[in-house]
């Protein structure tokens, strides 16, 4: 469990121009001989991410609504600087480019010390076991760093391989909710998956 700082050369979005220039990013977490590491986007992130959303929108469909335009981004970022919401990028350690998107949302403390757990890989990355990674690190941060008891992932019972990679990263299913999500104009049945924090006293 560490950070680590590096300088980055990544295209910046202006309001008038596009440059590239040198950009520090801080990696939450970069497993030893693992092909990804992870991290928190930042507004640099634009031009890339709705490029790789824009190019996975048939693979995406009808499972997930991914940000695919500037505004939409720039909204996705906004929450998730949100006291409730946290987001991590999936990198590819070669390329440095992004891979996945693993979301934690309606983070709530209290008695429930619970989120909503949300991922989705970009089209070219998929079938890599880079998401699988990802979500071994990102569920590890919400127990370790953040200190949740609980994680839920709600998945499309046709989805075949967001509940394989769920069932493989330690989740169960605890039941099925009819219509639970709109998405792309239509509610959505939904399994629900949920993991518990082993270390969290009985």
Known sequence: MFAARFVSNRATDSSSSEKVSSVAVEYLRIPAGGDIAIRRPEPQDRREFVALMRDSVDFHYPWVSAPITPELFDQYLASRRLPTEDGFLIIERRSHDIAGVINLNVITRGPFQSAYLGYYAGAKFAGRGYMRQGLHEVVDIAFSDLGLHRLE????????????????????REGFSEAYLKIYGRWRNHERWAILNPRSAP
């Open 153 to 172: 992932a709600n998945i499309q019972p046709d989805n075949e391989p967001s509940l394989a990679l769920a069932a493989r990263s330690g989740f169960s």
